[in-house]
């Protein structure tokens, strides 16, 4: 399976400020996708990137307050932008890899706004 | 909501107790995926199964899909203290997007 690093493994931020995550993959992969888990709750989709092509974006999400960048097919950017307290939660990148479809996940980035 | 549904929410059992979990979902699936989560950690990857397939074996873990129930069920035999855990169930989607169950907390007991 595909080794996943993260940056920062975690913060804690000022209400207004932006925060850039990291997301290496140790092999080439087509899509990459960006997940959000709140305190206590599920994951939830946020947008997949692909490689040449801009984000695409889940309904509740939108590239204003998360841009995505995907220079390669090794590494993604999220920027979580102008911060709330509401925006505390764990971020994690993931990629779809194998014959059958497994998605396997980065270890995640833990961000608390203040 | 698209998220699927989990239960129980929280399990508690022995150690050398088998534990199930179960998950519905609404729409169809490519495929169904189980993950393991310790402590608001980065998901570990269990177990994949296809939307043809009904049974997946993994080490001690069987789940089982029922496409025309719409769910599916995680056994866990024989477990032991660190399979403490949360777990999800995911849906796969067009795409390969993953729709995440609520997820069962899982507490075995020494």
């Known amino acids: 399976s595909a080794v996943i690093s993260q940056k920062p493994s975690r913060d804690i931020c000022q209400r207004g400020t932006s925060l850039t995550i990291q997301c290496q993959v140790d092999s080439q992969v087509t899509m990459m996708f960006w997940y959000r888990q709140q305190p206590g709750q599920s994951l939830t989709l946020i947008a997949t990137a692909n490689q040449g092509s801009e984000a695409t974006y889940e309904s509740g999400f939108v590239i204003d307050k998360f841009p995505i960048s995907r220079p390669n097919l090794t590494f993604s950017t999220l920027t979580v932008s102008n911060m709330s307290p509401e925006d505390s939660s764990i971020y994690l990148c993931?990629?779809?890899?194998?014959?059958?479809?497994?998605?396997?996940f980065g270890p995640g980035t833990r961000l608390t706004v203040t | 909501s698209q998220q699927g549904e989990e239960d129980p929410q929280a399990l508690s059992i022995q150690e050398g107790e088998n534990a199930t979990m179960n998950c519905s979902y609404k729409?169809?699936?490519?495929?169904l995926q189980w993950y393991r989560q310790n402590s608001g950690r980065g998901l570990v990857h269990l177990i994949l199964?296809?939307?043809?397939?009904r049974e997946k074996h993994s080490g001690r873990l069987r789940v089982t899909l029922d496409t025309s129930k719409k769910s599916s069920s995680l056994l866990i035999t024989a477990s032991r203290a660190a399979d403490t855990a949360s777990y999800f169930c995911?849906?796969?989607?067009?795409?390969?997007?993953?729709?995440f169950g609520q997820g069962t907390e899982l507490s075995v007991k020494p």
């Open positions: 993931s990629v779809e890899q194998g014959v059958r479809g497994e998605q396997y």
């Open positions: 995911a849906t796969g989607r067009q795409g390969g997007k993953l729709i």
């Open positions: 729409t169809s699936i490519n495929n």
């Open positions: 199964i296809r939307s043809n397939e």
